[in-house]
């Protein structure tokens, strides 16, 4: 079975920083896709951005960009410049392309960042 | 273009009570699916429906039923609800099963 691990609870990050966020997961598959998504306190879940397991490129979306290592199951979240808007909890999340992974999305626990003017 | 729907926005029930969470799309997905978020666990998929006219558990279900109505709609069915079925509820949909599009959220307590 997949699972989705975010070991940081809770971040910080001074406004106009860098902060990254940590996610590792484990997986049979060899194709899948992985995403950031942003829940702000309005609840309502954003996707930041996405990544498909065959591209060895990065994704990057304006300020937030990831590090994606295969081979480690590791996917972690850079954000840049950081805003005041920033501030929300971050869920790491996997779904797979075959099998019984298909459709399914797996999230980790979520990391909750601080933005600090 | 209002996205992914869901009705109502606030429940609370008492034990036993049953209710229907409903939920539509307009963005002519198929898959549509409905998540639990608890503190500290993360989303969690209680059912899904990769296409009208099929659905299928997911890792949550038991307490749940669900009906795909027809493409645009995905309705939850709490039958007799209980006190661990507290919980915000999230509707998704997607096309062809990649990127998800979520709803607003229904926040559900039952007493």
């Known amino acids: 079975a997949q699972t989705v691990t975010q070991s940081q609870p809770e971040m910080s990050v001074q406004e106009a920083e860098t902060v990254t966020l940590s996610c590792t997961y484990d997986?049979?598959?060899?194709?899948?896709?992985l995403f950031w998504y942003k829940q702000p306190p309005s609840r309502q879940m954003i996707l930041v951005i996405r990544q498909e397991a065959y591209k060895q490129q990065n994704a990057t979306e304006n300020r937030f960009s990831v590090n994606f290592q295969k081979a480690a199951k590791s996917f972690s979240l850079k954000i840049s410049d950081s805003q005041l808007g920033d501030a929300a909890m971050y869920f790491c999340?996997?779904?797979?392309?075959?099998?019984?992974?298909?459709?399914?999305?797996?999230f980790g626990t979520g990391t909750l960042l601080a933005v600090q003017p | 273009n209002a996205g992914v729907t869901q009705t109502p926005k606030f429940q609370v029930l008492k034990t036993g009570q049953s209710m229907t969470l409903q939920c539509a799309q307009d963005m002519n997905h198929n898959s549509m699916y409905w998540y639990r978020q608890d503190p500290g666990m993360g989303l969690r998929l209680i059912y899904y429906s990769a296409s009208e006219g099929t659905t299928d558990k997911g890792e949550v279900p038991n307490g749940y039923n669900v009906s795909r109505l027809n493409k645009r709609e995905f309705s939850l069915r709490l039958e007799s609800a209980a006190p661990s079925q507290t919980s915000v509820y999230f509707c998704?949909?997607?096309?062809?099963?990649?990127?998800?599009?979520f709803g607003p959220g229904t926040r559900l307590t039952v007493l």
């Open positions: 997986t049979s598959e060899s194709d899948y896709y």
């Open positions: 998704a949909s997607s096309w062809q099963g990649l990127v998800q599009f």
């Open positions: 999340a996997f779904e797979g392309l075959y099998g019984g992974a298909t459709n399914k999305l797996i």
